[in-house]
């Protein structure tokens, strides 16, 4: 037997003399596996979203022979295996749809498996949260470790960010100011080696949570995909969850609550994706902790944006990683009595300790709280009677002109009625009108797609508009930007006050008061509610079904209501 201070999970299935070890034992075998690691050592699952059609993660499968490595140097029994992998850019409705779904395959995965400790390979934005959720229930000795992000994007010599410069490349083609031969000839350009989204989109801004919630390495967020750094972080990760596992490290101890308010500071300070607020509830929800909306605004208020990254600023993670990375931004929330120091890290040492000493090599890239790129960077969490469960806006990627603003509502009723509505020249349109989108929630997508940042009408455009407001029930890439407002709570098709918005209605956007309301009497609205017809879900069978039944609202994290909870990782009856 292994000297091993405790007998671990795995020992009910690799252990003893009887049938059923044998079994175990002998099929695992076929691998190649000599028999002195069934010998009670800790089993280490690497849980690989690996994938050819998830293009941030399909080099995985290369990190995690890193892992490998760290793992049997420390005496561990690594085993890979696959789950669901969720690639934002190919899959359709969206990547959100099955976010949920990927976490029930990575928890049943784990508990029905002989694992005594979980590595997490993530990367493309979904992947991250249906990881952690997933492993949460199940709360296992875990360290996640993502794929890191691609090289800087290069066109004609110029630094282009995934997404933001799709976004923004596209608007010029339709205001005229690009061809469509450049624009293809940017596509060259983008994605330039593996790895995820090199903008502060939902895969940074999901690393950079990992990291300052301490369930990941120190520099988990910003080394590039093919740095070799990249691959040493695996390998001491490998490491390092045997050692979690020997001294009894579950995901719930990292994962308390002074670390998720850690980590909407952080996401305040590098100017992060509006998702990531769904994602932190959903996965603090399956540990048991409340966090809430109003968590998000009274920990990320006052929390100016200093990484300088697009889609809010100029740069890109390859920049950030070379100026320091997520460790010089901690220090200076630190520094500003703006970080619990003490919260733990998979790594060992406290968070405060990790980044006392952490240097800065690039002030324009990592700026100060004295100069910062936006003075008030969390996300603004805005309520009303248009918005009774909240709604969300980012500050930093916002027009500050519009932030507070009287509009005009003009409606789209779905996705489909937007595209046959928006660039039709008799559209009743012009900048100070606010663009509404129903529909487009978690149920009435289904799957609350980001397609709230709605593209302007090209006749607003060609004039020269680079802004309007816009409101929806939708979520945005986190590469995109605007003065949008999102997750509006409860979404249209649920019969939040969103159905109720005609063409036509005032309504006021304040994110100072934090205030955004329909400027129309509590009779009309009664009025209009009483006329509402629910949505059928006609033709909505299978998965979806089960998604559209079950999904809670944004503001709740939009897990599935029986999905809430540890269900821990108890040792499931023999098989045979
Ligand atoms: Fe995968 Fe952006 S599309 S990380
Ligand atoms: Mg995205």
Redesign the pocket.
């Known amino acids: 037997m292994a000297d091993e201070p405790r007998k671990y999970r795995s020992t009910s299935w690799f252990g003893g003399a009887g049938k059923n070890a044998f079994m175990h034992r002998s099929w695992m075998k076929n691998e190649g596996h000599p028999p002195d690691v069934f010998d009670g050592r800790p089993v280490i699952g690497i849980c690989n979203t690996w994938s050819e059609l ?3 993660n399909a080099h995985l499968r290369t990190i995690a022979e890193h892992v490998k490595r760290g793992v049997y140097e420390a005496g561990g029994f690594p085993l890979e295996f696959p789950v669901m992998s969720l ?3 190919n899959m359709r409705p969206t990547a959100m749809l099955f976010r949920n779904l990927a976490s029930m395959d990575v928890e049943e995965s784990i508990r029905s498996n002989p694992i005594d400790g979980v590595i997490l390979l993530v ?3 979904k992947t991250t949260p249906a990881l952690l959720m997933g492993a949460a229930s199940c709360d296992l000795p875990t360290i996640a470790v993502s794929g890191g992000p691609m090289l800087n994007g290069n066109f004609r010599g110029k630094a282009i960010g ?2 933001t410069h799709v976004w923004k490349f596209y608007e010029d083609v339709k205001a005229g100011r690009m061809s469509v031969d450049d624009f293809l000839a940017a596509e060259q350009g983008q994605s330039r080696s593996a790895g ?2 090199m903008t502060m ?3 940074s801004t999901m690393a950079s949570m990992v990291e300052a919630l301490g369930i990941g390495m120190p520099d988990n967020a910003a080394i590039p995909a093919v740095d070799s750094r990249r691959a040493i972080l695996a390998q001491e990760s490998g490491r390092r969850i045997v050692q979690l596992v020997r001294d009894d490290v579950k995901m719930s101890k990292i994962l308390v609550r002074e670390a998720f308010e850690n980590a909407i500071r952080v996401n305040g300070a590098i100017g992060g994706s509006t998702n990531a607020v769904i994602h932190l509830i959903a996965v603090a929800r399956r540990l048991g902790i409340d966090l809430s909306l109003d968590d998000w605004d009274k920990f990320g208020r006052d929390v100016p944006t200093i990484v300088d990254l697009m889609p809010s600023g100029r740069y890109l993670m390859e920049d950030f990683y070379y100026a320091g990375g997520l460790r010089a931004v901690m220090r200076v929330l630190d520094e500003h009595g703006l970080l619990h120091g003490n919260a733990p890290s998979v790594a060992g040492p406290t968070i405060g300790e990790i980044v006392v000493d952490a240097p800065n090599y690039n002030g324009e890239v990592i700026r100060s709280f004295e100069e910062p790129l936006t003075p008030q960077g969390g996300i603004a969490v805005l309520r009303g009677n248009l918005a009774p469960g909240g709604a969300v806006i980012k500050p930093s990627a916002a027009t500050e002109a519009l932030m507070q603003h009287r509009g005009r509502a003009v409606v789209f009723e779905t996705i489909e009625h937007y595209y046959k509505r928006i660039d039709d020249p008799d559209l009743d349109i012009d900048a100070s009108c606010i663009m509404v989108l129903k529909n487009c929630g978690p149920k009435g997508y289904p799957g609350m797609a980001e397609v709230g940042n709605m593209p302007l009408p090209a006749k607003l455009l060609q004039q020269g508009v680079t802004d309007m407001v816009r409101i929806s029930d939708a979520r945005m890439s986190g ?1 995109a930007y605007g003065t949008v407002v999102l997750h509006t709570a409860p979404e249209a098709a649920a019969g939040g006050p969103l159905a109720l918005v005609r063409d036509g209605d005032m309504i006021e956007l304040d994110v100072a008061g934090r205030r955004l309301h329909l400027d129309v009497s509590d009779a009309e609205l009664e009025a209009r509610r009483a006329e509402w017809v629910p949505p059928t879900h006609d033709g909505i069978n299978g998965y979806q079904k089960l998604f559209v039944d079950h999904v809670l609202q944004a503001d709740e994290g939009c897990d599935f209501d029986f999905l809430l909870g540890k269900r821990e990782a108890g040792i499931p009856r023999h098989s045979h």
């Open positions: 998830t293009p941030c690639g934002e850019s990367g493309c934005d995934s997404g995820s989204c989109g939902t895969a590469t």
